[in-house]
């Protein structure tokens, strides 16, 4: 039984997670910064908590709220400046995706004068102590050892990724999900559903990740119907917030494969929804494997509550609503783009522009 199995992030999970546990901030550091987005964290609660537990703790604290979706380069760098100025000594990274990837981000950056044309070419020296707090049930990247920034001279979204990006602390209460639009809490369920079936169709999968893998997709399965109607109570939310850090910790251990390869490009011309662009991907991934690994399919289709692929597709229609329309063109230029994703190698399939052309083609009907 082969095994390998990296998460060296505390992982805390309970109802007021930040007010009980905020004590253990008082050992990253004595100023923080705390890294979000302009509104979420203020509005849902967690903002509030974390300050108080700082306050509580006789720590000072920066806020840095200038976080967007899909972060930038840029914005990594002037979160860093302001950690340097501010004199943060370790960071918190409060939101979903965006945020606490742009916080591992500038937890590096804050410590280490890295040029913007090595920021891709690996980590080294030190970084900042860090914290993250997710407030959605999607990204799992409070315990991941990956930061997904947008670049611009690539025209895509690009990881960084290294053992030491994992969150030294993380913080998890489902009470912070409360407010998330339906729409949103949708599309990041579906990004941690993707996470967890493509870490199970990855050639770096073990039984350990699938364990895991497997896990997360019957929580999943099991609250779809209340997800699809928009009917979630606290306790579904808890329940989904805990398969996407289990999504999160099977990708960390698998890597993405060919649905987050391709979802990119779509993220980044057509401004889809990260979750969703894999959503819209995902039946069709599955589809592909199935022939060749009907066994891995089958699992996950059982674990999720769905008879077949179809079934499974109408499940995610049932979710996605409309979807985006692509031309033949656009096809062509995305396959260019994502067939150049490192995380392709990773499918349990070869996957190389044919595979990934007829992916789109099927995806999308052209
Ligand atoms: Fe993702």
Request: hydrophobic fraction near 45%; aromatic fraction near 6%.
């Amino acid at each position: 039984m082969d095994i390998h199995f990296l998460m060296p992030t505390q992982v805390r999970m309970e109802e007021d997670c930040v007010r009980r546990h905020g004590g253990e901030l008082a050992g990253l550091g004595r100023h923080a910064l705390i890294v979000t987005g302009a509104h979420s964290a203020r509005a849902n609660g967690s903002l509030t908590d974390v300050e108080a537990a700082l306050a509580a703790n006789g720590q000072s604290w920066t806020v840095f709220d200038r976080v967007m979706e899909n972060p930038t380069i840029d914005c990594v760098y002037e979160g860093a400046a302001l950690a340097r100025s501010e004199g943060a000594d370790f960071v918190i990274g409060i939101g979903g995706g965006s945020p606490m990837d742009a916080s591992k981000a500038i937890a590096w950056l804050a410590c280490e004068d890295v040029p913007r044309d090595k920021l891709f070419g690996g980590f080294y020296g030190r970084r900042l102590p860090l914290c993250c707090i997710p407030t959605t049930a999607g990204t799992g990247s409070e315990v991941t050892q990956y930061a997904v920034l947008t670049d611009d001279a690539r025209q895509t979204k690009t990881s960084l990724a290294a053992p030491a990006l994992f969150a030294d602390l993380a913080l998890l209460d489902g009470r912070y999900l409360e407010r998330l639009p339906h729409s949103t809490m949708v599309n990041t369920v579906i990004d941690s559903l993707s996470h967890s079936m493509e870490g199970y169709l990855s050639a770096k999968a073990d039984v350990l990740s699938d364990a895991l893998a497997l896990q997360a997709v019957g929580v999943i399965g099991s609250i779809l119907p209340r997800l699809s109607a928009d009917q979630l109570t606290g306790g579904n939310r808890a329940r989904l917030l805990y398969a996407s850090a289990l999504g999160g910790m099977v990708i960390a251990q698998t890597g993405t494969t060919a649905v987050h390869a391709m979802g990119y490009p779509l993220t980044y011309f057509r401004h889809v929804p990260h979750g969703r662009a894999n959503g819209l991907l995902l039946p069709d991934l599955l589809a592909m494997v199935a022939p060749v690994h009907p066994g891995r399919v089958e699992a996950l289709l059982s674990a999720l509550g769905a008879a077949d692929v179809s079934a499974f597709r109408e499940i995610m229609d049932v979710l996605l609503g409309r979807r985006e329309t692509l031309t033949a063109q656009e096809a062509e230029a995305y396959t260019a783009s994502a067939s150049r994703a490192k995380n392709l190698a990773n499918c349990v399939l070869p996957f190389g522009p044919e595979q990934v052309r007829a992916l789109y083609r099927a995806a999308f009907g052209v």
